[in-house]
């Protein structure tokens, strides 16, 4: 280990050591302090190859320019760095029981470092791949403050487990009450009709409308009458451009909170190191979303399995 030396000096330090190694089948360690470091800095390197030589080749002799310097064996240097791996060790431990206080609760360092990480692998845990949030996200929620909850009754004191709780719950409020603003936003609508969609409950479950912009409309009108399209087809395209306008067009977004509201609470609460729990939880879900995936149109029959199967690859991202 050489302390003070620049890397060229230190190569040919170690080549020294190499030799003594091969000489006496024992190798030596020059140690350098940091006040030598900067005698040798002004030194040019055959003039310190020379200082060098003389305290490796001498033993236990002194360099001339730094009285400090020794010869270390190996069984020396690495009592060295068994002292030093005990203070990193001490200085670890005194960092790990650190008090620090959040809401005026205490915790210690290492306390409050675990909830850091396991917050945010379960924040990590609900992506999303869509704009809005959908039914199917709200479960995540669930599940991502179900996972934190059981580790803070587990692993923290009540009013600790209270702070990190809150501050999970916080968090995913802000995302709900986020999606509820986006749906009052001016180029949104909320289609209040009744009876829309196959089963007639499509605005029961998905009642949010992207407005498509005026301007643009009358765009695309032009470009299809100058297509020079069969009449009742450009008709029809027109006609959908108008309903778009003025009715919006479907956005896949869970519209009724309640409800939503409803399928993360069942998450929430479920316990998830009991299997019988997450079955029942699972078939809770299966009955409140097939009603909510029909309205979208998807069906149940003998050759269209939709809801069933998207209600299956849900439970299977829930499950992993």
Same mark, same amino acid.
């Given at each position: 280990?050489?302390?003070?030396?620049?890397?060229?000096?230190?190569?040919?330090?170690?080549?020294?050591?190499?030799?003594?190694?091969?000489?006496?089948?024992?190798?030596?360690?020059?140690?350098?302090?940091?006040?030598?470091?900067?005698?040798? #800095?002004?030194? !040019?390197? =055959?003039?310190?190859?020379?200082?060098?030589?003389?305290?490796?080749?001498?033993?236990?002799?002194?360099?001339?320019?730094?009285?400090?310097?020794?010869?270390?064996? %190996?069984?020396?240097? %690495?009592?060295?760095?068994?002292?030093?791996?005990?203070?990193?060790?001490?200085? +670890?431990?005194?960092?790990?029981?650190?008090?620090?206080?959040?809401?005026?609760?205490?915790? @210690?360092?290492?306390?409050?470092?675990?909830?850091?990480?396991?917050?945010?692998? #379960?924040?990590?845990?609900?992506?999303? @791949?869509?704009?809005?949030?959908?039914?199917?996200?709200?479960?995540?929620?669930?599940?991502?403050?179900? @996972?934190?909850?059981?580790?803070?009754?587990?692993?923290?004191?009540? %009013?600790?487990?209270?702070?990190?709780?809150?501050?999970?719950?916080?968090?995913?409020?802000?995302?709900?009450?986020?999606? %509820?603003?986006?749906? !009052?936003?001016?180029?949104?609508?909320? =289609?209040?009709?009744?009876?829309?969609?196959?089963?007639?409950?499509?605005?029961?479950?998905?009642?949010?409308?992207?407005?498509?912009?005026?301007?643009?409309?009358?765009?695309?009108?032009?470009?299809?009458?100058?297509?020079?399209?069969?009449? =009742?087809?450009? #008709?029809?395209?027109?006609?959908?451009?108008?309903?778009?306008? +003025?009715?919006?067009?479907?956005?896949?977004?869970?519209?009724?909170?309640?409800?939503?509201? +409803?399928?993360?609470?069942?998450?929430?609460?479920?316990?998830?190191?009991?299997? #019988?729990?997450?079955?029942?939880?699972?078939?809770?879900?299966?009955?409140?979303?097939?009603?909510?995936?029909?309205?979208?149109?998807?069906?149940?029959?003998?050759?269209?399995?939709?809801?069933?199967? @998207?209600?299956?690859?849900?439970?299977?991202?829930?499950?992993?």
């Amino acid at each position: 280990m050489i302390i003070g030396v620049d890397r060229q000096r230190q190569s040919y330090l170690q080549m020294n050591a190499r030799k003594e190694e091969q000489k006496h089948g024992k190798v030596t360690y020059l140690k350098l302090d940091l006040n030598a470091g900067s005698k040798f #800095a002004g030194m !040019k390197l =055959d003039e310190t190859k020379k200082i060098c030589d003389m305290s490796i080749s001498g033993g236990t002799k002194l360099n001339p320019l730094n009285p400090s310097a020794k010869v270390y064996t %190996e069984e020396e240097l %690495e009592e060295i760095r068994r002292t030093k791996s005990e203070e990193i060790l001490r200085k +670890k431990r005194e960092e790990e029981s650190k008090t620090i206080y959040v809401e005026d609760v205490k915790f @210690t360092h290492k306390e409050l470092e675990a909830c850091k990480d396991v917050a945010k692998k #379960a924040i990590s845990y609900f992506s999303k @791949t869509s704009i809005g949030l959908d039914y199917e996200d709200y479960a995540k929620i669930g599940i991502a403050i179900n @996972t934190v909850n059981t580790y803070a009754k587990k692993n923290l004191n009540e %009013e600790q487990a209270e702070v990190v709780n809150n501050g999970m719950e916080k968090y995913f409020n802000s995302l709900i009450q986020a999606e %509820e603003k986006r749906h !009052k936003n001016p180029e949104y609508l909320i =289609d209040n009709r009744e009876g829309v969609g196959t089963t007639g409950e499509l605005n029961k479950y998905y009642a949010l409308r992207h407005k498509l912009d005026k301007n643009a409309a009358e765009s695309f009108k032009k470009f299809v009458l100058e297509s020079h399209l069969p009449e =009742d087809v450009a #008709a029809r395209f027109i006609k959908n451009l108008d309903g778009a306008v +003025k009715n919006g067009s479907l956005e896949q977004s869970a519209t009724n909170i309640e409800y939503a509201k +409803k399928i993360k609470t069942l998450f929430q609460n479920m316990d998830i190191m009991d299997e #019988a729990s997450v079955k029942n939880v699972f078939e809770q879900y299966e009955i409140l979303m097939t009603p909510a995936y029909k309205a979208l149109g998807f069906q149940n029959s003998y050759f269209d399995t939709r809801v069933t199967n @998207t209600i299956e690859n849900d439970v299977k991202k829930f499950i992993s």
